[in-house]
């Protein structure tokens, strides 16, 4: 019996080289100005700089509308509709209004991402990654990866990263809602976003282009250091994707990495005392 051919193995074939460039310009610099302008707003508390990461967000949305509804090609129909999810959530982000809770706005931004990733899964008729392949040093690396990945995070971010967010008991009991966060951001950077665009970009291309609009997505938090480190967090997820072809497995690296991250930053605060 033919071997089944992955979806992943046969994208190179399938990506058209005069549209790739264009399309996946038009799918990310949206979402990266946006954001960017979310971050300058940060720094400056200018009211101009929302209206900026509005308006570059409705034409990111009305860009990928369009790529779904008259593109040609269905590689660039389903990479387009991704896109479209990351930017709708982008912008709800924006336009949710807060409760003066961290807690209930961050449960709510979980609740929504996850109907939107789910919705996604059901709606969309995503490529095929095959059968996960899981080896036993899979359950190792499970346990010891995340580990070493919030040691790493929180000695390149420094404590300074928290200093808006104190580190005491109410921390602590955020751990849940960030580690469901940080499986949730894998379901659509990884599950959603990098399987939607191999067919158009190849393997290489959309583990870039997931990692870099997940970085740039975390300029939402107000921290560039934090986007640096989540551009190559992201490159190593999706990588682990690639190979595991299980967003469980990837998914639990890192609400695991998010967990300890929190931890780690709790001990050293407590050793800098």
Same mark, same amino acid.
Do not use: K
């Given at each position: 019996m ?10 190179? /074939?399938?990506v ?6 264009? &399309?996946?310009?038009? %799918?990310?610099?949206p ?9 300058a707003?940060?720094?400056? #508390? $200018?009211?101009?700089?929302v /209206? +900026?990461?509005l308006? *570059?967000l409705m034409? !990111? ?9 008259? #593109? ?8 387009a509709?991704?896109?479209?999810l990351? @930017? ?10 807060? *409760? ?10 979980? #609740?929504?991402?996850?109907?939107? &990733? ?7 008729d995503l490529?095929?990654m095959? $059968?996960?392949? +899981?080896r036993?040093? *899979?359950?190792?690396?499970v346990?010891?990866?995340?580990a070493? @990945?919030?040691l790493?995070?929180a000695?390149?971010? !420094?404590?300074?990263f ?5 580190? !005491?008991?109410?921390?602590? %009991? ?7 966060w ?13 399987? *939607?665009?191999?067919? %158009?970009?190849?393997?290489? #291309?959309?583990m870039v ?13 107000g ?11 992201? %490159? @190593? +997820?999706g990588?682990?994707?690639?190979r595991?072809?299980?967003? +469980? ?16 930053f709790?001990?050293?605060g407590?050793a800098?005392?």
């Amino acid at each position: 019996m033919d071997r089944p051919v992955l979806i992943y193995q046969r994208a190179a /074939g399938e990506v058209r080289p005069a549209s790739r460039l264009p &399309v996946a310009a038009m %799918l990310s610099l949206p979402l990266a100005l946006g954001c960017a302008s979310v971050y300058a707003y940060y720094l400056s #508390g $200018s009211p101009a700089a929302v /209206g +900026m990461a509005l308006a *570059s967000l409705m034409v !990111g949305l009305l860009a990928c509308t369009a790529l779904i509804l008259y #593109g040609r090609h269905e590689d660039v129909s389903v990479a387009a509709s991704a896109a479209a999810l990351v @930017l709708a959530i982008s912008l709800f982000t924006i336009l949710l209004p807060s *409760s003066g809770l961290v807690y209930v706005d961050g449960a709510v931004l979980l #609740g929504t991402t996850a109907a939107g &990733v789910l919705l996604f899964f059901r709606m969309v008729d995503l490529p095929d990654m095959g $059968s996960a392949r +899981m080896r036993p040093m *899979s359950v190792l690396l499970v346990l010891a990866l995340p580990a070493g @990945l919030a040691l790493v995070q929180a000695m390149f971010l !420094g404590l300074r990263f928290w200093e808006s967010y104190p580190l !005491g008991r109410p921390t602590l %009991l955020f751990i849940p809602i960030l580690a469901a966060w940080g499986f949730v951001e894998e379901a659509l950077f990884r599950g959603v976003l990098l399987r *939607s665009s191999i067919p %158009l970009l190849g393997t290489t #291309g959309a583990m870039v282009l997931a990692a870099f609009l997940g970085a740039m997505f975390m300029l939402f938090w107000g921290s560039l250091p934090y986007a640096i480190f989540s551009f190559f967090l992201g %490159l @190593l +997820m999706g990588a682990l994707y690639l190979r595991s072809r299980s967003l +469980m497995y990837v998914g639990t690296v890192r609400a695991l990495t998010d967990m300890w991250m929190i931890i780690a930053f709790f001990a050293l605060g407590i050793a800098a005392y």
